[in-house]
T-cell receptor
């Protein structure tokens, strides 16, 4: 059974810092990995999707990498802003049309 | 606007009183699913549907029912709610799943409290 771990559970940084969120998984037989953002009281917003054959994806200040052999993905946020404060979740699609989520990293960017 | 809608957004009910949470998407997506989110447990899949009339159990289906009579709608039914079903529920949709390069779109969530 796929298990997904996100470290750290919470992170607080000053505005302007570059930061890395980590996601590790136990089963490398994945179709893709997706990073989401969740704001309090709201649903999930997709940030980046990396297919299993890809190594990374970029969108603006966000860069996500995928290393299937080591069972790891990272989400890099450059020049963080207070508006980046949210919970970030990674999710993996595996066989059987399943999405398995990590518990998330709660990010606070202080002005 | 492309979106997934859920109703109601907030619901407080009593044990045993049947309820339905509706989910609708306007993107002609084939795949729809329901998740519950609980502190310390993260998001867990309840049921999913690959297409009309095709549904299957996720990781935590006990106590829930679903139906997929139309492509756009995927209601979640709690026949006899219990306090352990107090949770935040999300509906999601995608053009398809199973290896495609497709993102999941999530609804805004339904916060359910069963007393």
């Amino acid at each position: 059974k796929q298990e997904v771990t996100q470290i750290p559970a919470a992170l607080s940084v000053p505005e302007g810092e570059n930061l890395v969120l980590n996601c590790s998984f136990t089963d490398s037989a994945i179709y893709n990995l997706q990073w989401f953002r969740q704001d309090p009281g709201k649903g999930l917003t997709s940030l980046l999707l990396i297919q299993s054959s890809q190594r990374e994806q970029t969108s603006g200040r966000l860069n996500a990498s995928l290393d299937k052999s080591s069972g790891r993905s990272t989400l890099y946020i450059a020049a963080s802003q207070p508006g980046d404060s949210a919970t970030y979740l990674c999710a993996l699609e595996t066989s059987g049309s399943r999405l398995t989520f990590g518990e998330g990293t709660q990010l606070t960017v202080n002005p | 606007e492309a979106q997934v809608t859920q109703n109601p957004r907030y619901l407080i009910t009593v044990t045993g009183k049947k309820l339905t949470v509706t989910c609708s998407q306007n993107m002609n997506h084939e795949y729809m699913s329901w998740y519950r989110q609980d502190p310390g447990l993260g998001l867990r899949q309840i049921y999913y549907s690959m297409n009309v009339e095709v549904t299957d159990k996720g990781d935590v289906p006990e106590g829930y029912k679903v139906s997929r009579k139309e492509k756009r709608n995927f209601p979640l039914i709690l026949e006899s709610p219990s306090p352990n079903q107090t949770s935040l529920y999300f509906c999601a949709s995608s053009p398809t799943l199973a290896g495609g390069n497709y993102e999941q779109y999530f609804g805004p969530g339904t916060r359910l409290t069963v007393t």
